[in-house]
Nanobody, 124 residues
Framework: VQLQASGGGLVQAGGSLRLSCTAS????????MAWFRRPLGKEREFVAA????????YYADSVKGLFTVSGDNTLNTGFLQMNSLKPEDTAVYYC??????????????????WGQGTQVTVSS
């Protein structure tokens, strides 16, 4: 599986961005698509995940109610809609896919496939 993330950019605080992640290859072997982010100088952290063949979604507490994860597996594309962005949301955002246990969806090492990352910068 290859993943291509896009949609990052520079936005003012309070603004919105939508990230996209297009998958190619054998996605039938995966069951979750997730988004992680790495702020500068910090470790990568979980943001959100969605069941690739279902409707369940999961969020980090810091983005719950502000970000929405969705996808269209007929197009092999997932989305992360980010609203009310804050400067602390500034990071490189990564999409990931894998065959993951639901109890481990927040663990980055359980994902087998990663996109290249897209920079999101929120100015104050």
């Amino acid at each position: 599986v290859q993943l291509q993330a896009s949609g990052g950019g520079l936005v003012q605080a309070g603004g919105s961005l939508r990230l996209s992640c297009t998958a190619s290859g054998r996605t039938s072997d995966t069951n979750y698509m997730a988004w992680f982010r790495r702020p500068l100088g910090k470790e990568r952290e979980f943001v959100a995940a969605m069941a690739w063949h279902g409707t369940n979604t999961y969020y980090a507490d810091s983005v719950k109610g502000l970000f929405t994860v969705s996808g269209d597996n007929t197009l092999n594309t997932g989305f992360l809609q980010m609203n009310s962005l804050k400067p602390e949301d500034t990071a490189v955002y990564y999409c990931a896919m894998g065959s993951v246990l639901r109890t481990r969806i927040r663990r980055e090492y359980d994902y087998d496939y990663w996109g290249q990352g897209t920079q999101v910068t929120v100015s104050s």
